[in-house]
């Protein structure tokens, strides 16, 4: 082989090296160059939305104009502020159940949030191009609306999991405004119209995605949204919003752990909106919301770290969380899927089997039937009846052996009331909504509904909030599952058990054990009595 021919060769395969080492995708008139990894290009830290900053502080996100200059995106970008989370450590807990604990505290603790954050990333098959019109999954990450952001999670493995299968997709992660900055709440944020905010960035990244999926490789006709816990919750909401229309933004959805909790309207939030103007010394301006646009970054951030947090003693009762604004949400999300308004598109909806435990170590101290019903008087209910109370304290009862985590008798009550109040808070944020929108839809569109019972015997927490996502982000049964839905609006197929519909007359269920025995089938039936209960008392006293 002579010189010139070796290094005509060499010089090829660098190019081809060069190449796959920076992808590139053309959007609009610019050049964005990318990381290839493996089996897959990802693209990192786009910006969807004009930065939300200076005077776009609480404002609707604005579209950015058509991209005319080459950037990088070989980084995530920050993740939005981030409210202080401390989930409350007890003294004695055995060692598997803190470490559990401490896995899902650094899976949301980000190194990086800055007010600047209105980014996604896309992540594609390395062989991906624009004629390969693959469908599109897009993660909305959870951490009830007050943390969490989309470098937590690792999407190379849903797309490698499904190229595995021989159904590639495209994966797309977005960052959204969170806790104050993302749900501001009160009369003033109502008159200004600028409720739901968090919201909104995710709508304005599913237009992105209809606009420039294609160069990625994807098809903007086929996009499943999917979400965990506040990502799953705000999944529902898209499905509800714009009168059920999706406006081709998505055909499916995907949510595990969340569904149509029961907010109420945005004036409700005006105490916390008080008390944010208070903190930052805001109360005497003639603008209290300007004023608010104004203050520097750390001493909004410092207020809003002052606000009740998911870990707080009210728990899921949170500060900051979608309300109804007269425009995203035109009504209660109960009475918007009473009313028919749900996008008719095929969806799976689950929950893990003791979804209550890990919200529940903010109310250890809550050792008594008095003190419980104090609390759920004092919290949830402050204007029910106390007949109502009584009722409900029966469909939850102290005996600990009904309480979560579910069916292990006298263990695990770290105080006498703890099961209790775990299988309370589990059913009334995630069981019963999901049950109730599982029951208004059937038969109107294609349902599949599960219960995750993996890690069913670590101490204490059981199968707790979000442990189902080590079925799906570890490559397991679940993400399988999820690639085949995003592929052909059907979990089914392959070797994983088959998983039925879901329908009222027969509501299958599929369960995710532990075990030599990885899926079995199982109906919706459990403390059904118990979740209707609540479901009729929350549509009096939403949140």
């Known amino acids: 082989m002579s010189q010139a021919v070796l290094s005509l060769l060499l010089a090829g395969l660098a190019y081809l090296l060069g190449n796959r080492s920076s992808p590139t995708v053309t959007l609009d008139s610019a050049t964005v160059t990318g990381l290839s990894s493996g089996s897959v290009n990802e693209f990192l830290?786009?910006?969807?939305?004009?930065?939300?900053?200076?005077?776009?502080?609480?404002?609707?996100?604005?579209?950015?104009?058509?991209?005319?200059?080459?950037?990088?995106?070989?980084?995530?970008?920050?993740?939005?502020?981030?409210?202080?989370?401390?989930?409350?450590?007890?003294?004695?807990?055995?060692?598997?159940?803190?470490?559990?604990?401490?896995?899902?505290?650094?899976?949301?603790?980000?190194?990086?949030?800055?007010?600047?954050?209105?980014?996604?990333?896309?992540i594609a098959p390395s062989d991906a191009t624009p004629d390969s019109k693959l469908p599109v999954v897009v993660w909305i990450h959870g951490g009830g609306f007050e943390i969490g952001g989309t470098s937590g999670y690792n999407g190379t493995v849903i797309v490698d999991k499904a190229v595995s299968l021989s159904l590639p997709v495209i994966y797309v992660s977005i960052n959204y405004r969170l806790n104050a900055f993302g749900f501001l709440a009160g009369q003033e944020v109502k008159d200004a119209g600028i409720g739901n905010?968090?919201?909104?960035?995710?709508?304005?990244?599913?237009?992105?995605?209809?606009?420039?999926?294609?160069?990625?490789?994807?098809?903007?006709?086929?996009?499943?949204?999917?979400?965990?816990?506040?990502?799953?919750?705000?999944?529902a909401l898209h499905m509800v919003t714009n009168d059920g229309n999706p406006d081709g933004l998505f055909r499916a959805a995907f949510m595990q752990s969340?569904?149509?909790?029961?907010?109420?309207?945005?004036?409700?939030?005006?105490?916390?909106?008080?008390?944010?103007?208070?903190?930052?010394?805001?109360?005497?301006?003639?603008?209290?919301?300007?004023?608010?646009?104004?203050?520097?970054?750390?001493?909004?951030?410092?207020?809003?770290?002052?606000?009740?947090?998911?870990?707080?003693?009210?728990?899921?009762?949170?500060?900051?969380?979608p309300r109804v604004d007269g425009v995203f949400l035109t009504d209660e999300p109960r009475k918007l899927v009473e009313q028919g308004s749900v996008a008719d598109v095929p969806f799976v909806n689950g929950v893990c089997d003791d979804e209550g435990t890990l919200?529940?170590?903010?109310?250890?101290?809550?050792?008594?039937?008095?003190?419980f019903e104090e609390y759920l008087q004092t919290?949830?209910?402050?204007?029910?009846?106390?007949t109502t109370i009584q009722e409900l304290m029966e469909f939850y009862p102290a005996n600990i052996s009904q309480g979560a985590p579910f069916d292990t008798g006298v263990l695990n009550a770290v105080t006498p009331q703890f099961k209790r109040i775990a299988a309370f808070q589990g059913d009334i944020t995630f069981e019963a909504p999901r049950r109730f929108l599982l029951q208004q839809r059937s038969g109107k569109q294609p349902l599949w509904t599960y219960v995750s019972k993996r890690l069913k015997t670590l101490p204490v927490l059981g199968s707790f909030h979000s442990s189902d996502l080590l079925n799906v982000y570890g490559?397991?049964?679940?993400?399988?599952?999820?690639?085949?839905?995003?592929?052909?609006?059907?979990?089914?197929?392959?070797?994983?058990?088959?998983?039925?519909?879901?329908?009222?007359?027969?509501?299958?269920?599929?369960?995710?054990?532990?075990?030599?025995?990885?899926?079995?089938?199982?109906?919706?039936?459990?403390?059904?009595?118990?979740?209707?209960?609540?479901?009729?008392?929350?549509?009096?006293?939403?949140?």
Not at 61 to 80: D, E, I, K, R
Not at 103 to 115: I, K, M, Q
Not at 223 to 233: C, K, L, R, Y
């Open 359 to 371: 919200f529940s170590f903010a109310t250890l101290n809550i050792t008594t039937d008095a003190q």
């Open 45 to 122: 830290g786009i910006p969807f939305a004009q930065p939300p900053t200076g005077q776009l502080r609480f404002q609707l996100p604005q579209a950015l104009p058509p991209h005319n200059a080459s950037f990088s995106a070989t980084a995530y970008g920050p993740t939005c502020p981030q409210r202080a989370k401390k989930i409350p450590i007890v003294s004695g807990l055995p060692a598997e159940a803190l470490g559990y604990l401490a896995r899902f505290d650094s899976s949301t603790v980000t190194a990086l949030a800055a007010e600047d954050c209105l980014t996604l990333n896309v």
């Open 197 to 235: 905010l968090g919201l909104r960035d995710q709508r304005l990244a599913l237009y992105w995605v209809q606009k420039y999926i294609n160069a990625f490789g994807g098809d903007p006709t086929k996009v499943t949204i999917w979400g965990e816990s506040a990502g799953s919750m705000s999944s």
């Open 379 to 386: 919290y949830r209910f402050p204007e029910a009846p106390p």
């Open 258 to 321: 969340g569904t149509l909790f029961p907010v109420g309207d945005i004036l409700q939030g005006q105490k916390y909106y008080d008390a944010l103007v208070s903190e930052t010394r805001c109360s005497s301006a003639s603008d209290t919301l300007q004023c608010l646009r104004e203050v520097p970054y750390e001493t909004l951030l410092d207020a809003v770290n002052q606000s009740p947090s998911a870990f707080s003693y009210q728990s899921t009762v949170l500060a900051w969380q």
């Open 475 to 543: 490559g397991e049964d679940m993400a399988s599952y999820l690639v085949r839905f995003v592929n052909n609006l059907d979990p089914n197929g392959g070797t994983d058990l088959y998983w039925p519909q879901y329908t009222t007359g027969k509501p299958h269920m599929l369960e995710f054990l532990d075990g030599s025995i990885p899926q079995a089938l199982t109906e919706d039936t459990y403390r059904v009595e118990a979740t209707e209960f609540l479901m009729n008392v929350m549509l009096g006293y939403s949140l």
